[in-house]
């Protein structure tokens, strides 16, 4: 099994549309989690960490549930510039940040 | 806002030669990361680095990698003898502690030939 997993998409959504991306992780000690962003060619940057209790960000909300090991992102009214690459990370601190990313979820809006 | 910087943007070199990406962290972040990215393929772990010591390496950071962090700003990675496989992004990444997020430098594309 990955350690962590997500569907590579792509997904093609029409302009204000809501989309969900899920990830599933293997390591049950994994502590910290994020949904970062990645354009083609560039670096990832991070969108937003994930906590137990959720967290919404705007018009980006992220779940953790840490029974199923999985985590969501949810995007509502989605942008043109929304289209990227969205990365799950999941991390655990063993003194550092030891970080694992996903394939990563391509994201295309459509006018 | 602060940022990684990595310098060179794109390096190209011939098969066999040594090559030495450099990378300014974040001035007040402590853990130090290297990533790569071949195309299309997903982001994968090289080595972090805390306290002048390489604290864990993947398989891929085998003999030919070395990093160091010859000042108190910059950290560096080298490969000895690079070979057309090693041909990827490179991205560092620094934290300020063991729990934060990564803060990635936009990376240098090398090309081995």
């Known amino acids: 099994r990955k350690e962590v997993e997500q569907d590579p998409g792509p997904f093609n959504v029409p302009e204000g549309a809501t989309v969900a991306f899920n990830c599933t992780y293997s390591n049950s000690a994994s502590q910290s989690f994020f949904w970062y962003r990645q354009d083609c060619r560039k670096e990832p940057k991070l969108l937003m960490s994930v906590y137990s209790s959720g967290n919404e960000d705007g018009r980006f909300t992220a779940q953790l549930n840490r029974a199923s090991q999985y985590i969501s992102l949810l995007i509502r009214d989605s942008k043109l510039s929304d289209s990227a690459t969205y990365l799950c990370?999941?991390?655990?601190?063993?003194?550092?940040?030891?970080?694992?990313f996903g394939t990563g979820t391509k994201l295309q809006v459509i006018p | 806002e602060p940022e990684v910087t990595q310098t060179p943007s794109h390096q190209v070199t011939q098969m066999g030669q040594e090559v030495i990406l450099r990378c300014v962290p974040i001035?007040?972040?402590?853990?130090f990361y290297w990533y790569r990215q071949i195309l299309g393929q997903k982001v994968e772990f090289l080595v972090s680095f805390y306290n002048n010591e390489i604290s864990e390496k993947s398989e891929i950071f085998d003999d030919q990698f070395s990093v160091e962090r010859p000042d108190g700003s910059n950290f560096t990675l080298k490969i000895r003898s690079t070979k057309l496989e090693d041909s990827a992004m490179y991205f560092c990444?620094?934290?300020?502690?063991?729990?934060?997020?990564?803060?990635f430098g936009n990376g240098t594309r090398l090309t081995v030939t």
């Open positions: 990444a620094s934290s300020d502690t063991g729990n934060s997020p990564l803060h």
């Open positions: 001035s007040n972040h402590l853990y």
């Open positions: 990370v999941v991390g655990y601190s063993g003194g550092y940040q030891k970080v694992t």
